[in-house]
């Protein structure tokens, strides 16, 4: 069986409806299902590193990012962004300035996006 992209996409949006209704267990079935299919995909370690900053579970996030994330797609901003998001929320202000200052002028406008709203309210 083969998922296609505008499936994966679809069931992708499900899984991040979930997490924002705080319905962990189902958008870690639904991630996991769909690791199955496209194993290391880069918007399934998005919504992984989403899930967790969702859950408080920073550091979780951060182990995420650099050891599996970052390594597939070295590349991705918006996981830097999220990994700024997580080291926020360890109070881990300056090494999350010096990281997000980086991201904010990424040519991803959603991550620069997300990077200039953390330092914003980082004051």
């Known amino acids: 069986m083969t998922l296609e ?3 994966l996409q ?3 949006e499900v899984a991040l409806m979930a997490v924002g209704q705080n ?3 189902s958008a870690k079935c639904i991630l996991d299902a769909l690791e199955g299919f496209r ?3 880069e918007s399934l370690d998005v919504a992984r590193a ?3 900053l969702s ?3 920073p550091r979780e996030c951060i182990d995420f990012i650099d050891q599996e994330g970052m390594p597939r797609h070295p590349e991705n901003d918006l996981l830097l962004a999220f990994k700024g998001a997580a080291l926020i929320q360890l109070f881990r202000h ?5 990281l997000l200052q980086g991201v904010q002028t990424s040519k991803d406008e959603n991550a620069a996006g997300i990077a200039r709203g953390l330092l914003a309210a980082m004051g």
């Open 5 to 7: 992209t505008e499936e």
């Open 10 to 12: 679809l069931l992708l």
């Open 23 to 25: 319905h962990f267990v």
């Open 39 to 41: 194993p290391g995909h």
């Open 50 to 52: 989403v899930m967790l």
């Open 55 to 57: 859950q408080r579970h």
């Open 94 to 98: 300056e090494e999350a300035k010096r």
